[in-house]
């Protein structure tokens, strides 16, 4: 059983902190590579460092919608060079967040254009962010005049009308370990994902499944996403890990 964990930040002291632990317990629990996301260029660079020194990790640069009124043009700058480096599998992570509403939509609009410019000049997927934002999302892409695009709707929490609108788009989705929680509300979303566009992630440390719940998340509780989500489809967690695997490697090249 091979398991790719498509969204983690390995990079922040929750993890980092015991980083030999914690890629210890994931590979005991089957995972064998993680993707690891910055959220500005400081951690761009350290999810950059951590992929150069482990096998197991890959990287993800971008500006994360929260840090976008602080963002420069350098800031841009040093994102469209880092999406060269080898060991950079998708532009991430990117989008929009009016959830907490402490960044106003301007700065968010144009850091995620500019995002989504580099993830286009460099080939390479985007990983989308979308807490409280799917509709300005879907509509800011429409203004953009983009038909098709390549990449993970991650941690995907809206209804299934517009999960269809990312499948047409061309992307993938995924559902982390908000799917345990008893107040979780999208079940059509899930079972309306079709098995060749899902991926398995943690958002390690955030997002602790159950029975973990109340702990610092990590790779190796992935199986409790990957079991849930597996049960809710109706099928087996070996059919659910071979399909999101195969997928993983195809978007990610990983
Ligand atoms: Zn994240």
Redesign the pocket.
Known sequence: MEIIDT?T?LYLPELASDLDGVLHRARKAGVHRCIT?G?DVATSHRAVALAEQYDMIYAAVGIHPSESARATAADIEAIRELANHPRVVAIG?IGMDFYWQDVPPEPQYRIFEAMLNIAREADLPVVI?SRSAVREIEWFVQELGITHLKGQM??FEAEELDARFFLELGMHISIAGNVTYKGFKYLPTVRAIPLDRLLLET?SP?LTPLPKRGQHNEPANIVYVAEKLASIKNISLDTLITHTTKNARELFGV
Do not use: K, N, T
């Open positions: 969204h930040h996301l959220i992570e962010h991650h941690c958002d955030y």
